[in-house]
């Protein structure tokens, strides 16, 4: 290799980046306690960096709908009132949509759970009278099976010890967010201010952000990180709606249907099914389990009819409303999404099961873009001689 001034820039980096690496891998502790200084000291602004896209999904839904309303409408609505009506319909959805989540499914599922702690007794009760009719069915048969001995008490005991404390895991994610946001309350507002600002002044802040990229890179390198970043946002901003909107439609027709089948538990248990259906594969048996454990304490029967109402509407949703209305998102083959839903989901528990399949999205479509930049002739298998 020729010994140039090109060439000793890049020994001399790949040198930096070997000690960097290095340093980091032998202080992990202190890396640790750096980043999290970091994150703690910009979160308000992280946060609200994500706050404001997840809202600019939103936002340019609601700004399309305002187009094709007022399509004829004079300049001044058109144009000039757009982004401000649009973005306040915006935060109050998402407001609202937040609001429902903590103030109205809460305390439905806790109504559950306080059902289910008063009607103990009556579903032991149930419980053994149908053992022991299983029992005699059974001796009249030739098998002997063993008696079912079950104390009350102790077991209304068991089952409040799980709604009180365990019953944390059931709902464990959202009362940890709620503690959160109440011990982090200012954090959150400034969050809020950011995302707002970001929303108000996206072109502006978009045009500042490419204009510095290509100054601090060389023009190639420049060009080629603003693709990758423009193929980024594409591959998951159009997964994330895509599952968001599946999620809504599912949700919807789940209730729809609860309520005509005058089943209980419609709404909150709806809210559930919406919410487990972003995670793929196994969002529904998720969402699925978690209701009829709800409604089967009312009734078992119920609880039947609801698991097998909720067969028929995935099979419906999943081959005729799904490919209509969100499509294959980014196209993503089945066997990734079952990776990264695992990976995901073993590293970081829920939230990596939110977050692996848009991100191995983003990743299988960067791959897809370099493959499809190669030459034709060098992805050309070499033919048998």
């Known amino acids: 290799m020729e010994l140039n001034k090109k060439n000793i820039k890049r020994i001399l980096l790949l040198v930096a980046c070997s000690i960097i690496l290095y340093w980091a891998l032998n ?27 997840v809202m600019n999904l939103l936002l340019k839904a609601i700004e399309r709908l305002w187009d094709m309303a007022l399509k004829k409408a004079p300049e001044l609505w058109r144009v000039k009132l757009k982004r401000p009506i649009c973005l306040t319909a915006t935060i109050l959805l998402f407001l609202g949509i937040i609001f429902a989540i903590f103030f109205i499914l809460i305390p439905r599922l806790e109504e ?6 008063a009607n103990v007794p009556g579903y032991i009760t149930q419980i053994q009278n149908w053992w022991g009719s299983l029992v005699d069915f059974a001796a009249g048969h030739g098998v002997t099976l ?7 008490e102790d077991a209304t005991k068991f089952i409040s010890k799980i709604l009180s404390s365990d019953s944390s895991n059931v709902v464990n994610t959202t009362i940890d967010i709620t503690t959160s946001i109440l011990g982090a309350l200012v954090n959150i507002l400034l969050a809020l201010v950011f995302s707002v600002y970001m929303l108000a002044q996206k072109e502006t802040l978009i045009s500042q952000s490419r204009r510095l990229l290509l100054a601090a890179l060389p023009r190639k390198a420049g060009q080629r990180t603003m693709h990758i970043l423009k193929l980024t946002n594409n591959a998951f901003s159009s997964f994330v709606t895509g599952q968001v909107t599946e999620a809504f439609i599912l949700g919807s027709l789940c209730c729809i249907g609860m309520l005509i089948l005058r089943l209980p538990y419609a709404l909150p248990v709806s809210v559930i099914i919406s919410f487990t259906s972003l995670i793929p594969i196994f969002g529904a048996w998720i969402g699925a389990a978690t209701g009829a454990f709800l409604i089967v304490f009312v009734s078992p029967i119920k609880a039947l009819t609801f698991l097998i109402f909720l067969l028929i509407l995935q099979q ?11 499509g294959k998102s980014v196209g993503l083959p089945g066997l990734w999404v079952l990776a990264a839903v695992t990976i995901g989901g073993g590293i970081f528990g829920m939230l990596g099961m939110l977050l692996g399949v848009p991100i191995c999205s983003v990743i299988y479509a960067l791959v897809q873009d370099f493959i499809r930049s190669q030459p034709t002739e060098d992805l050309t298998p070499p033919s048998n001689q």
């Open 316 to 326: 419906v949703e999943g081959n005729l409303i799904y490919p209509k209305v969100v």
């Open 112 to 117: 559950a759970g306080s059902t289910l702690i």
């Open 146 to 152: 063993p008696e079912l001995s079950m104390n009350v």
């Open 27 to 53: 202080n992990l502790s202190t890396l640790g306690k750096l980043l999290g200084s970091f994150f703690s000291l910009f979160s308000p602004l992280l946060i609200g960096a994500g706050i404001a896209y």
